[in-house]
C-alpha cells in the first residue's frame, strides 16, 4: 500500500530565515505530487504540483518554491520567510494517469516568528 | 480560475439527526468533486467522491450529490454520531491533461451533540 512521510511535523523558525520541507511517497512510481497550505481555521490553498522529476507547476506567486529531484520526493523551500508563510503544509500524491484522488500526507505545522 | 463556495461554515445537530454542506462551484469544465474530512491538527481524509457523468453517490451513512446544471454539490451524513464531528471539506478539480487541480471550499466544522 502507498504512504506518504512529510518531515519535519512541526517547525519553529525566525523571520528571514530558510525553510526546507520535504515529502516522500512508497509504494507507488510516477505519483503526480501536491504541496498544499492551510493556514489557520481556512481552507487549502494549491501552491505547487509535479507530474515528474524536474517538472513543476506553480500556481499562488510567492517567495515559496518547489523541487522534485526524484520521482518520489518533492521539497518545499523558501530563502526567506515571513510571517505570512505561517500555516499547516500539507503534501498529497495522486496516481499519475488519470488519477483525480489526492492522498495526503502528515502535514507539517510551521510556524514563522 | 475555478472558485468554490461552501456553506454552512459551521453546523450543530444532534446525535442521530442528519447533515447537510452545500457547495456550489464556478468552472463547468469542473468534472471531479471529492469530499474530505479533518480533525483538529489531523490531515484531511477523503470520504467520498463524484464525478460529473453521475448525480449521485453513497457510501453507508455518507451520500454526495451533484446538478452540473445548477453547479453545485451536497453532502449528506445520516445518523449523525459524535465521531462525525471535524471539519469537512468540498472540492471541485479539472483535469488538466497531466493532474487534477483542486480548489477547496472553506470548510465546514460539523458539531455532533449528544
Known amino acids: 500500500s502507498q504512504t506518504i512521510h512529510q518531515w519535519p511535523a512541526t517547525l519553529v523558525q525566525p523571520v528571514g530565515s530558510p525553510l526546507s520541507l520535504e515529502c516522500t511517497v512508497e509504494?507507488?512510481?510516477?505519483?503526480?505530487l501536491y504541496w498544499y497550505r492551510q493556514a489557520a481555521g481556512r481552507g487549502l490553498q494549491l501552491l505547487f504540483y509535479?507530474?515528474?522529476?524536474?517538472?513543476i507547476s506553480s500556481e499562488v506567486p510567492q517567495n515559496l518554491s518547489a523541487s522534485r529531484p526524484q520521482d518520489r520526493q518533492f521539497i518545499l523551500s523558501s530563502k526567506k520567510l515571513l510571517l505570512s508563510d505561517s500555516g499547516f503544509y500539507l503534501c498529497?500524491?495522486?496516481?499519475?494517469?488519470?488519477?483525480?484522488?489526492?492522498?495526503f500526507g502528515p502535514g507539517t505545522r510551521l510556524t514563522v516568528t | 480560475g475555478e472558485n468554490v463556495e461552501q456553506h454552512p461554515s459551521t453546523l450543530s445537530v444532534q446525535e442521530g439527526d442528519s447533515a447537510v454542506i452545500k457547495c456550489t462551484y464556478s468552472?463547468?469544465?469542473?468534472?471531479?468533486f471529492p469530499w474530505y474530512k479533518q480533525e483538529l491538527g489531523k490531515r484531511p481524509q477523503l470520504i467520498i467522491d463524484?464525478?460529473?457523468?453521475?448525480g449521485e453517490k453513497k457510501d453507508q451513512r455518507i451520500a454526495v450529490t451533484l446538478n452540473k446544471t445548477a453547479k453545485h454539490f451536497s453532502l449528506h451524513i445520516t445518523e449523525t454520531q459524535p465521531e462525525d464531528s471535524a471539519v469537512y471539506f468540498c472540492?471541485?478539480?479539472?483535469?488538466?491533461?497531466?493532474?487534477?487541480?483542486?480548489?477547496f471550499g472553506t470548510g465546514t466544522r460539523l458539531q455532533v451533540t449528544l
Open positions: 498529497a500524491w495522486s496516481v499519475l494517469s488519470g488519477g483525480d484522488e489526492q492522498y
Open positions: 509504494g507507488t512510481s510516477n505519483p503526480n
Open positions: 509535479s507530474v515528474g522529476i524536474g517538472q
Open positions: 468552472d463547468s469544465a469542473s468534472n471531479y
Open positions: 463524484i464525478r460529473s457523468n453521475v
Open positions: 472540492a471541485a478539480s479539472k483535469w488538466t491533461g497531466t493532474a487534477s487541480k483542486l480548489t
